[in-house]
Structures are given as structure tokens and as C-alpha cells.
């Protein structure tokens, strides 16, 4: 949520690696975008700003030699070019990722003393404490010392000082990776941002700040401004693994990577895999919290744990884990499922968590994200960076390590990983460019209605939330799960003549359902192993036994990406979405 990038170098081109990292930045907020550049020997400080996607923009920026940037996704104040960053207050300027929950009180102080602010954003306050202590005579270090104990919230912020060079960078709770190349510096929310010039980073953890001057790099204490020693540490993602290569979009090459993703997914070894499940060991309740699609994910594992293991999971939304807050004790375990590992809710419910002595078990596709770096036990999915706002491998990664996981509590992991090496083969069948046809074909003869439903039962029930998720968030069509058996209690009603329904699974009662809503005039989209004569259209996907909620949602996936295309909208950056929610 808010990509913030910075480079301090040698060169003179500032501005178009910042330019060019933000464009690599863009899913995390694409409402506007911002730059703020320092030239050699030079004092002030030039902004550029626009409403607008970053995306779009071609030009070339003055020589500078060090600068800061930010893609915007709005949360105080509207998308206007006043609340774009950066944010310049006397003498400094900054951007920010995060939300500064108290500033309204500062501000209004501010305000008092006649100080005026030109945007309603939280993050001008920021530069506005930031300089007062700057012109009271703090050093930068100082400055961001005090500013930080006096804000409530998350934040990852970086910021510059007139006539002092370097950039200043700062965080509680939203990431910032540090990335050494050989001549410059980089500062950014991810690491994509900066991997063509380099993979050797460092981590900036919570209550952490870092001053960057060229390749000078010194890391201090948020609190104490005592220096912090890092590791180098060296990424293997490879540049490729970011770019959208010969697809046009980054959707589509996502879910084409499903060939080889969950094979990778499941490609750990018996001692991480006990490690985790021997958490669960002696716990009183065990916890799943995700947000979104990992949600959804979770649900399903919900279903893989009760039938594989018999261990009944309570999955909650992470926004709904305070009320259930009293259950969280030191015989607790807590599941966290995030593709980014930074999403602000589900890390909230496990520092909670962690205050009340429970065990936290995470898997994540970030493995330097907060959520891993918090937990007791991490499991990487491994499926690679994920850049459009729909998740799609990462969800299907997820589902399948859990998959292995329930397995495992029962001692039985090599079943699990046949079952999903032999589910990955079949990935690698039937995911081609024919598939895709057949499927863009149906696409075309739904593109035109407002309302669309879909139904499963057991596992393949979470998966009709899931594939609720996908149609809306990139095509904007009303879709709507059900659980199939509760769909005569009340959501069938909405059935009309030719009203589109996928039907999830060829199960007997599915299939029954199904008629029902054939016999209000629906028009049945079957996706299961075997045709049924109710189905109209028929998706056909390899019979995967347990594993089948996987790959069911794989043809889901690629609808809603050519409903996308079909309604002219760009299925990467859907309206008012951003890929990684860190805010509450
Ligand atoms: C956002 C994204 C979703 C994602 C959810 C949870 O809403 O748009 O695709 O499922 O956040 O994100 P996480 O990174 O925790 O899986």
C-alpha cells in the first residue's frame, strides 16, 4: 500500500531510476505519483508530482544526484495532485507509507501557531514535526528520533534535509529494504524496485532508521540513535521473476507460472515441515488468520485439516481476531497466511498474539517480510514475486503447503507430496494457450452481465469465495459465492433467466443444486473433472482427488483475467485496490 523508493548515488540520474523503480513499485498504489530531487551541490529541493499512474508517465527528470519517490494508494485525503507526495515543509521533504492515526491533533496544533498545510494528508503533518525540530536545530537523526515518539500508528517514511545531503529513512510497521549496488544506494518498499541494479540488501526492522549517502550506509535505533550492525544479504530472485516478460500482463504470467509454482510449493524438507506442525502440538485452539484471498485459502485448509488430520481450525478474517481475543493464550497457536507478509491486520492480531504467549506459525511468499520475521516458525511458499493486485499462484502455493501440512500431522507427508506432484503435472497439461481460448470464449458470452454466481461445497465452497473475489476485483461484476446446499435459503431468489452461474465440482448434490438453479433460468458454467448434462458450458479440469480445490480455481482465474480484457479494464491495477494492505 504505498510503494516509497530512494536512491543516493555518484551518477546524475536520479530521477529516472526513481521514475523507473516506482513504475516497478506501482501495484502497491497507483492513484498518483510524486518525486522529490536533490542536484549536486545544490541546496533546494525539486518536486514533481502528478494524479495518475505512474505507468504513463516518459519524461526525463533534471540531472540530480539523490532523490525520493512515492506511488500513492489514497487513504487520507482524495486523489489530488495536493495530497500526492512527497510533502515539503520548510526545509524537509518527505514520503510516507503508513498511517499516522494521531495527526490530526498535531495538525490542529500546527494550525494554532498558523502554520497552513496545503494537502489533507496525515503525511504532511509528518514533515511538518519533522522540520520544526529541523529548525529548532536537531540533526536529522534527531529530528526523526522525536517525530517518531510522536506517532501513533504504522510507518515507513523516507525524508530529506535542506543543505544536509543523504536521505533519511525510518519505519514501524511498513517495510523498507535496503539495496547496495556498487555506486548507488536504494531505499524501497520492495525489492523488486531496485533488482536490476542489484540483490544484495539489507532488512530495516521495526523501530529502526538508516542514513543514506551514496554507498555510505548507517543503520541507528529508532529509539536510543545507537548504530545497528546488518547483514548483507543476498536475494535469489532473479530479475525475470518480476518482469512481465512475453505476457502483457502480469496477471496472466502469474497464473501460467501455476505450471511450476506448486511443485516449488512443496519442495521442503521433513524437519521444516515437523517444525511447524509441532507448534500445533499440546494447543488448546489453533488459529488461522489471513485477509482477502489467503482468507479464502484458509477456509479451504480449514476443510484439508479436519478430513486429513481431524484437527478442527477456527479461520478467522484477521479485521475479526479482536473479538475473539480471549481465546489467544499461551496454549494458542496462530496461523498467519499472507502472500506479502506485511499486511496490516493479520500483523497486528499476531503481535497481540505474541503479548498473550501464543505460538506463531506463518506462511508468506516474503520471506524478510514482517509477518515471517515475527513468527515462531516460517514456511516460505516459494512461488516467486507476485505483482498484479488479484492473487493467484500465491494462492494456490499456499493451498498446497497446507495441504502437505495436514498431512504431515498425521505422518504422512509423501502421500501429500504425490498427490500434488502428480496435481502439478497435470497443471503443466492442461494450462495452455488452447485452454485459455476455450475459456476466453465463455468470457465473451458472460462480458455483457452485471450479476454472476457461483457455487461449491466442502473445500470447493471457500474456493466460490475465492472466485467470488477474482470476477470482482478485476472486472467489476457483482459475482457472489454460495456454499451450494445454502443456496435455497435465500440467494436463489436472485436467479433470473440467463443469469450466469458457475457451478465448482460434478459431486451428485452439486449437481442437483445446480438443476435447481437451471430450472430458474441460469445459464450453468460447469468447471469439474467430468460434463454433466445440466452444465451449458463445461471447463473441464484433471481429477485431482484431495488436492481438487486447487486446481479448480486455475480456470476461475483466467475468466476473470479476459472479463478483465473484455471490459477494457487493466486487470494488474484494478480500481481502488492495492496488492499489499498495510493499514487497517
Ligand atoms: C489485498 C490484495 C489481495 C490479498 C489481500 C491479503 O486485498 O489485493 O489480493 O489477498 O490483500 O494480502 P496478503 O499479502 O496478506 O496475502
Redesign the pocket.
Known amino acids: 500500500m504505498c510503494g516509497i523508493f530512494a536512491v543516493s548515488g555518484k551518477g546524475n540520474h536520479a530521477g529516472n531510476i526513481i521514475l523507473e523503480g516506482l513504475k516497478k513499485l506501482e501495484y502497491r498504489g497507483y492513484d498518483s505519483w510524486g518525486i522529490a530531487l536533490r542536484k549536486a551541490g545544490k541546496d533546494a529541493i525539486l518536486i514533481e508530482k502528478e494524479v495518475g499512474k505512474i505507468s504513463k508517465v516518459n519524461k526525463e527528470l533534471s540531472p540530480s544526484v539523490e532523490g525520493i519517490g512515492h506511488s500513492r494508494w489514497a487513504t487520507h485525503g482524495g486523489v489530488t495532485r495536493e495530497n500526492a507526495h512527497p510533502h515539503q515543509v520548510g526545509k524537509v521533504t518527505i514520503v510516507h507509507n503508513g498511517i499516522f492515526e494521531n495527526f490530526s491533533k498535531h495538525k490542529k496544533q500546527f494550525e494554532a501557531k498558523g502554520t497552513s498545510f496545503c494537502s489533507q494528508t496525515d503525511s504532511e503533518v509528518i514533515a511538518a514535526i519533522l522540520n520544526s525540530f529541523f529548525e529548532a536545530g536537531f540533526s536529522p537523526e534527531k529530528c526523526i528520533t522525536k517525530t517518531a515518539k510522536k506517532i501513533d500508528g504504522r510507518f515507513a517514511f523516507l525524508a530529506m534535509f535542506e543543505g544536509i545531503s543523504g536521505i533519511f529513512a525510518a519505519r514501524r510497521g511498513s517495510p523498507l529494504i535496503i539495496g547496495r549496488g556498487k555506486t548507488e544506494t536504494f531505499i524501497a518498499s520492495d525489492i523488486p524496485a531496485f533488482l536490476e541494479k542489484t540483490n544484495i540488501v539489507n532488512y530495516l526492522d521495526d523501530n529502526e532508521m538508516v542514513l543514506v549517502n551514496g554507498t555510505t550506509v548507517n543503520f541507528k535505533n529508532l529509539q536510543t540513535g545507537l548504530p545497528v550492525e546488518k547483514r548483507d544479504i543476498k536475494v535469489p530472485w532473479k530479475v525475470e521473476s518480476a518482469e512481465k516478460g512475453k505476457f502483457p500482463h502480469f496477471m496472466i504470467k502469474e497464473i501460467f507460472e501455476q505450471k511450476e509454482t506448486i511443485a516449488r510449493a512443496i519442495n521442503h524438507d521433513e524437519n521444516a515441515l515437523n517444525q511447524a506442525i509441532s507448534l500445533l502440538k499440546d494447543c488448546n485452539g489453533v488459529f488461522f488468520v ?5 482468507h479464502k485459502v484458509a477456509m479451504t485448509a480449514e476443510y484439508f485439516f479436519a478430513e486429513i488430520s481431524g484437527r478442527k481450525i477456527n479461520v478467522v478474517p484477521a479485521s475479526e481476531m479482536p473479538y475473539f481475543e480471549r481465546f489467544i493464550n499461551k496454549k494458542t497457536a496462530i496461523i498467519a497466511i ?3 507478509g ?2 496490516a491486520d ?1 500483523l497486528e492480531v499476531l503481535e497481540r498474539g505474541k503479548k498473550a504467549g501464543a505460538k506463531i506459525l506463518s506462511l508468506t511468499n516474503v520471506e524478510s517480510s514482517s509477518i515471517a520475521r515475527l513468527s515462531d516458525v516460517h514456511i516460505p511458499i516459494l512461488a516467486g514475486p507476485e505483482k498484479a ?3 493467484t499462484k500465491a494462492a494456490t502455493s499456499q493451498m498446497a503447503l497446507l495441504f502437505l501440512l495436514a498431512y504431515t500431522e498425521v505422518g504422512k507427508t509423501n502421500i501429500a507430496r504425490e498427490i500434488l506432484r502428480s496435481t502439478s503435472s497435470s497443471i503443466n497439461d492442461f494450462l495452455n494457450e488452447r485452454y485459455e481460448a476455450i475459456i476466453q470464449d465463455v468470457a465473451k458470452t458472460i462480458v455483457k452481465k452485471e450479476n454472476l454466481f457461483i457455487i461449491g461445497r466442502g473445500d470447493l465452497y471457500p474456493m466460490a469465495l475465492e472466485a467470488a473475489i477474482k470476477i470482482q476485483e478485476v472486472s467489476y461484476i457483482h459475482a457472489q459465492g454460495f456454499s451450494a446446499g445454502e443456496l435455497k435459503h435465500g440467494p436463489i431468489a436472485l436467479i433470473e433467466k440467463d443469469t450466469p452461474c458457475l457451478v465448482l465440482g460434478d459431486d451428485l448434490e452439486t449437481l442437483s443444486n445446480a438443476v435447481e438453479l437451471k430450472s430458474r433460468g441460469a445459464k450453468i458454467i460447469g468447471i469439474s473433472p467430468q460434463r454433466a448434462d445440466v452444465f451449458d458450458e463445461w471447463l473441464k479440469i484433471p481429477d485431482c482427488d484431495g488436492a481438487k480445490a486447487i486446481v479448480t480455481i486455475i480456470p476461475v482465474q483466467i475468466l476473470a483475467y479476459h472479463l478483465a480484457l473484455l471490459r477494457n479494464i487493466d486487470p494488474d491495477m484494478p480500481r481502488n ?5 498495510t493499514v487497517k
Open positions: 489471513a485477509c482477502g484471498t489467503a499472507s502472500q506479502s506485511e499486511t493479520v493486485v488479484a492473487s485496490l492495492a496488492k499489499s494492505v
